[in-house]
């Protein structure tokens, strides 16, 4: 079951940051990021609150950050993680070109899903529990490319707007 969706990217000056997320505080920003990033986040409205207003958090950000924002080599292909009984899916797009900041502009739109804990097999392979996951790879595939579409042929970057 999909418990939380959120578009990250990495700024040049701050580094991996959740501009937006739903629901709002789902994932929780990590304190050793620094107030800027929070505050500049807040008083754009951005609808990503913290975890401390409403008890309501999944996954703290700077434990996936890593895997949200990858390296480029593992940058535009499916990517998923596990985290604190949920998977983490996404498709971490980066587009290369002169009119970005340190020529490269990267981004990640992840579907947080509940990861079900079934008996694998003899040899080891989840069954059903694989399957679920496997069904919003197109699904995430799909919504990288849109926002890659939102980006590139958009009104003049988009997605780096803040």
Excluded at 93 to 102: M, N
Excluded at 138 to 146: E, Q, S, T
């Amino acid at each position: 079951m999909l418990k939380s969706i959120f578009y990250a990217r990495f700024h040049p000056e701050r580094g991996p940051d959740i501009l937006h997320q739903y629901p709002p505080g789902s994932i929780s920003r990590s304190t050793s990021s620094g107030g800027l990033s929070s505050s500049i986040s807040s008083a754009h409205g951005h609808g990503h609150g913290s975890s401390s207003g409403n008890g309501f958090s999944l996954l703290p950000f700077s434990s996936i950050s890593a895997y949200v924002i990858p390296p480029h080599e593992l940058s535009n292909r499916a990517l998923a993680m596990c985290a604190r009984g949920f998977r983490v899916l996404g498709w971490p797009v980066s587009i290369e070109g002169e009119g970005y900041e340190r020529n490269r502009f990267v981004f990640n739109v992840c579907f947080v899903v509940e990861e079900d804990h079934e008996e694998q097999d003899e040899e080891g392979i989840e069954g059903k529990s694989w399957e679920r996951v496997r069904c919003w790879e197109g699904v995430v595939r799909k919504m990288a490319g849109f926002m890659r579409g939102l980006e590139v042929e958009g009104a003049g970057g988009v997605l780096r707007r803040e």
